[in-house]
């Protein structure tokens, strides 16, 4: 049996991953219990992970397809389109859930000792569902369309891998951050609405670089997910490479998780007196 020995006077500041494997069963069961919540008692149950992400593409089909026809070099708008959503959604459902999940678990984080970065990452987790939708929505466009990928399709998983950190970077420090300053549950919901339009989702990158200074696109791409869905979208649609600025997005991400993780462990010190 794992014995467990909680010291409030230990100064060290570490990760110890190895006590969140040993809490992995935890883990899964806070991703399942919030999977089946999620379309608990709904009408339409599982179908509202399907019509969300394809009443957004049919608006920005709309909007950005035909009102302001936007240029997507010949790729054809809602293919374009669906390649963006699919890492913005993943990347905004665990922003939304991450933000007040500590606050949501606070009776259990008041009662038991466990390693409480475990809440937020379960919801990473449970975002793989929109995740999948998404890639289902892409590969049944591509058919319709008869598009097929480029060799640039190797580099996907590396996106995908960047997309997973940046949700997580970005969504452990809201809910270490919320658990002291509770204004962030109010802020997240904006930063999700601003962030959709801040970010290469309907249109092209370079719509907006191509008008800006080069110290005004480095501040755009302060944006984490900017580099990742213009990346995301290349590695599958092909076209043009992602900008040199691109690694600013890159960099921050990296800067942003490790940070998020050591943070979060100088507030979990406190957590259950705080929350």
């Known amino acids: 049996m794992h014995k467990t020995v909680v010291d409030a006077d230990k100064r060290k500041l570490s990760l110890n991953l190895r006590e969140l494997f040993n809490y992995r069963d935890l883990f ?22 399907f019509l969300q992400p394809a009443a957004t593409l049919l608006i920005f089909t709309v909007v950005f397809g035909k009102a302001v026809k936007v240029d997507t070099g010949g790729v054809p708008y809602p293919l374009f389109a669906i390649t963006g959503m699919t890492a913005w959604s993943y990347f ?62 190797v580099y996907l998983p590396v996106f995908i891998l960047l997309t997973i950190i940046s949700a997580l970077a970005v969504g452990v420090w809201l809910s270490a951050l919320t658990i002291r300053y509770r204004d962030f549950q109010h802020v997240v919901p904006f930063l999700v609405q601003f962030g959709l339009y801040a970010t290469p989702t ?74």
């Open 92 to 153: 905004a459902f665990v922003l939304n859930q991450s933000g007040n999940s500590i606050i949501g678990a606070q009776e259990m984080v008041k009662k038991i000792y466990f390693p409480r970065l475990v809440i937020p990452l379960s919801k990473a987790v449970v975002g793989f569902v929109d995740f999948a939708i998404g890639f289902l929505f892409l590969a049944v466009l591509m058919v319709i369309y008869k598009f097929v990928p480029g060799p640039n399709i």
């Open 28 to 49: 899964l069961i806070l991703a399942y219990r919030d999977l089946r919540v999620r379309y608990a008692q709904t009408f339409l149950g599982f179908l509202w992970a």
């Open 202 to 275: 309907a249109y092209p990158a370079e719509t907006i670089i191509n008008n800006l200074p080069d110290w005004a696109v480095i501040i755009y791409y302060l944006n984490p997910m900017a580099g990742v869905v213009e990346g995301f979208r290349w590695s599958i649609l092909g076209g043009a490479a992602p900008s040199e600025f691109a690694y600013v997005s890159f960099a921050l991400i990296g800067i942003l998780f490790v940070s998020a993780l050591f943070y979060f462990r100088k507030v979990e010190r406190v957590m259950a007196d705080i929350v």
